[in-house]
C-alpha cells in the first residue's frame, strides 16, 4: 500500500503526524482522518497514534468507528466524497519516534 510521508507503519502502531491541525482551542487540536487510515489499523490490529505539533493521543480505530464524528468532505470529485473522522489531540508532552518504533 502506498502511504504518504506522514503515515507510519510500525509493528505495534500506525502513527499518523499532522502538521496543521483544523483548527486549536486552548487545550485540544481537532483534526481528521481519512477512513482508510482507520480501516488500515483495524486490519492489521493495531492502535493509531495521531500526532499534532501540540500533543498526541493513542486510539483504538474500532472506538473511531464507533464514537467518532463521521464527515464527508468533498475533495476533487463531487460524487465522491472523502469519508474522514474527526477528532481531538489534547495538548501534552510528545512522546519520540522511537518509543512507537521499537516498543
Not at 468507528?65 to 501534552?92: Q, R
Amino acid at each position: 500500500m502506498n502511504m504518504s510521508s506522514y503515515t507510519h507503519l510500525h509493528p505495534h502502531f500506525l502513527v499518523i503526524d499532522i502538521e496543521k491541525p483544523l483548527f486549536t482551542l486552548s487545550s485540544v487540536d481537532t483534526v481528521r482522518i481519512s477512513k482508510k487510515y482507520v480501516d488500515q489499523a483495524i486490519h492489521n490490529f493495531i492502535p493509531l497514534v495521531v500526532r499534532t505539533p501540540n500533543g498526541e493521543r493513542v486510539f483504538y480505530p474500532k472506538s473511531i468507528k464507533k464514537d467518532g464524528k463521521k464527515v464527508k468532505e468533498t475533495f476533487l470529485y463531487p460524487d465522491n466524497p472523502m469519508v474522514m473522522y474527526e477528532l481531538e489531540i489534547p495538548h501534552s508532552p510528545k512522546r519520540e519516534e522511537e518509543y512507537y518504533q521499537f516498543s
